[in-house]
T-cell receptor
Framework: GAVVSQHPSRVICKSGTSVKIECRSL??????MFWYRQFPKQSLMLMAT?????????EQGVEKDKFLINHASLTLSTLTVTSAHPEDSSFYIC??????????FGPGTRLLVL | DAKTTQPPSMDCAEGRAANLPCNHS???????VYWYRQIHSQGPQYIIH???NNETNEMASLIITEDRKSSTLILPHATLRDTAVYYC???????????FGAGTRLFVKA
């Protein structure tokens, strides 16, 4: 149980385009979902927290207009990187929480912006 | 949430027990100790968590000192597939925000 999926697993896009990443909890309803970013050889950095039906809460330094988060249902959250640039290239990971403290993580999406 | 301190890297021989320490000297009474691991290019995997008592599951054992200021994650028979970065995290009960430190990079060697 407690499986979280992400789609796509990897994406390459041109600079200036937008990319959408989906995060789904497959066998449970997630009251809260989280989005992280990880650069090579670094730890995970929390970007934002989203609750179903409400606006996401962004961490300091994360541009909410650039990283659009939608949490439309208890099993789906999406992260859209708008007008992507090469510096946005990273490993994006989502996680989902049932209401207790335990977070279950997706496999990650590797984004490369050319 | 309390901060944790872990050694940056450790080695372990295949088949032996891997003991990964974590210091959380500022932990509060309502904060859980969580362990996750991240194998290269994958999302973190939940391993185990505890509040006061020692815990064991099919993956590992968690030993928490009586004063709760430190803990040890034990992988009883490490395999090459256990090579990963192991993160020790403290989370307040009912809380949700998880801040990852640098973790311990465990190398299991044949």
């Amino acid at each position: 149980g407690a499986v979280v999926s992400q789609h796509p697993s990897r994406v390459i896009c041109k600079s200036g385009t937008s990319v959408k990443i989906e995060c789904r909890s497959l066998d449970f309803q997630a009251t809260t979902m989280f989005w992280y970013r990880q650069f090579p050889k670094q730890s995970l950095m929390l970007m934002a927290t989203s609750n179903e039906g409400s606006k996401a809460t962004y961490e300091q330094g994360v541009e909410k207009d650039k990283f659009l988060i939608n949490h439309a249902s208890l099993t789906l959250s999406t992260l859209t990187v708008t007008s992507a640039h090469p510096e946005d290239s990273s490993f994006y990971i989502c996680s989902a929480q049932t209401g207790e403290e335990t977070q279950y993580f997706g496999p990650g999406t590797r984004l490369l912006v050319l | 949430d309390a901060k944790t301190t872990q050694p940056p890297s450790m080695d372990c021989a295949e088949g032996r027990a891997a003991n990964l320490p974590c210091n959380h000297s500022t932990i509060s009474g309502n904060e859980y100790v969580y362990w996750y691991r991240q194998i290269h290019s994958q999302g973190p995997q939940y391993i185990i968590h505890g509040l006061k008592n020692n815990e064991t599951n099919e993956m590992a054992s968690l030993i928490i000192t009586e004063d709760r200021k430190s803990s040890t994650l034990i992988l009883p028979h490490a395999t090459l597939r256990d090579t990963a970065v192991y993160y020790c995290i403290v989370i307040v009960a009912g809380g949700f925000k998880t801040i990852f430190g640098a973790g311990t990079r465990l190398f299991v060697k044949a």
